[in-house]
């Protein structure tokens, strides 16, 4: 009786037939839909804490996808329908009543995951903990590889990434850059030196032939990776913290200290756009648009959204602490891993528009996401949290 009291209370029973109320068939659904409210409500707690008007916007979201195959929750939903502002929040995946469903693989890799990249080819997802580095099946999320301490416990492992037609995988440990032939299971094969500072951020060209080095020297350094050699050095003023290439390698972001933002063009070095965060907001990301319109930063407070044909800021999304964004392959969505007092969640918005277009649930994370990479056909979301687990979701936005 208890059961169904709270359902009552909830609104569920309006509009259910006499002939449902019968014997173990109504008992069964009771039970479901119980199970569904009761999952609804725990995973939108963090944002229905935040007001009452959240009650609708997770409540609905998280249930519209469902009405129509429950019949006790259908006239519920419905009727929240009529009450409620779009955009409200829709989950990725329909992961009622099992949390989990949705999730496709979970891999332990360490203390804290730092990074996460996806192989050109697709089928290998490389994972930097604070020392060790893993190759990891895309598919089945066996491990293939571990590089071991590549530091030798003297120089903290600040960022990875594929090379070479993924048969390399270049590490930054200190101040030098270091190419693991994984596959042939060399340590290294190459140590590129010249930066005068610790390495903090690595990227590589489309064709897997050029490395892009950023460090707190406040240099921007290009290398040769099939001959290690140094082919140019841009000095950037303070601190490089972050790295991205367009698409075309034509262009490179580069986020500095104290919230500074500058695009270049990758051969020369050429700026073509300058700009700094507001006062006080640290600059956690940037990453380029596929499509080559947009280019993103994820700070302590915003997801930033520039035009590249204007350079223009877009919009700005306003959702706590950002430690990573990236953009789908197609261009048409950007993810972001949050963080703020009552919750952590990965949070995806269409580009074009600004609007959510779902939470991938993160309730199951007792940590923050620091890492955030698509898989090339853009039908999964690689996570990898600080709880030293990558995490890959089925993204079904393709």
Not at 37 to 47: M, P, V
Not at 278 to 297: H, I, M, Q, R, T
Request: with cysteine.
């Amino acid at each position: 009786m208890h059961l169904k009291r709270i359902l009552q209370v909830l609104g569920v029973f309006r509009g259910t037939s006499s002939e449902d109320k019968q014997g173990n068939t109504f008992s069964k659904r009771i039970y479901e839909s119980f199970g569904l409210l009761f999952r609804t409500l725990q995973l939108s707690w963090g944002r229905i804490s935040g007001g009452r008007r959240e009650l609708q916007y997770s409540v609905c979201g998280r249930l519209v996808k469902l009405k129509e195959s429950n019949a006790i929750l259908n006239k519920y939903v419905e009727s929240l329908l009529k009450y409620t502002e779009k955009p409200y929040l829709v989950p990725v995946t329909p992961f009622f009543p099992d949390p989990r469903s949705g999730e496709l693989m979970d891999i332990v890799v360490g203390n804290s995951c730092l990074k996460v990249c996806c192989s050109p080819c697709g089928r290998y997802i490389a994972a930097l903990t604070v020392r060790d580095v893993f190759v990891l099946d895309a598919f089945s999320g066996a491990i293939l590889r571990r590089l071991e301490q590549p530091g030798a416990f003297l120089y903290v492992v600040m960022s990875i990434a594929f090379a070479l037609n993924s048969k390399k995988i270049a590490i930054s440990v200190g101040t030098t850059i270091r190419l693991w032939a994984w596959k042939s299971c060399k340590s290294t094969t190459q140590i590129l030196k010249g930066h005068e500072g610790t390495l903090t951020c690595i990227a590589v060209s489309s064709d897997g032939e050029r490395v892009f080095s950023g460090s707190i020297d406040g240099t921007l350094r290009v290398w040769d990776a099939c001959t290690g050699a140094a082919t140019a050095k841009y000095r950037q003023g303070p601190s490089v913290h972050y790295l991205a290439l367009s698409s075309n390698d034509q262009k490179i972001a580069v986020g500095l200290a104290g919230g500074a933002l500058k695009v270049l063009e990758s051969c020369t070095g050429a700026p073509i756009f300058e700009g700094r965060l507001d006062d006080g907001v640290e600059l956690k990301s940037v990453a380029f648009c596929p499509s080559g319109l947009y280019f993103a930063a994820g700070s302590s407070t915003h997801v930033h959204i520039w035009s590249t044909q204007t350079w223009m800021l877009q919009r700005e999304m306003m959702v706590g602490s950002v430690h990573s964004v990236a953009f789908s392959p197609n261009g048409k969505h950007i993810v972001a891993g949050l963080s703020n007092i009552l919750e952590n969640e990965v949070c995806m918005w269409n580009v074009e528009t600004g609007a959510v277009i779902g939470i991938i649930p993160t309730t199951n994370l007792h940590s923050c996401v620091h890492t955030i990479a698509f898989s090339n056909d853009g039908k999964r979301v690689i996570l990898g949290s600080e709880d030293g687990r990558v995490r890959v979701w089925d993204s079904q936005l393709c």
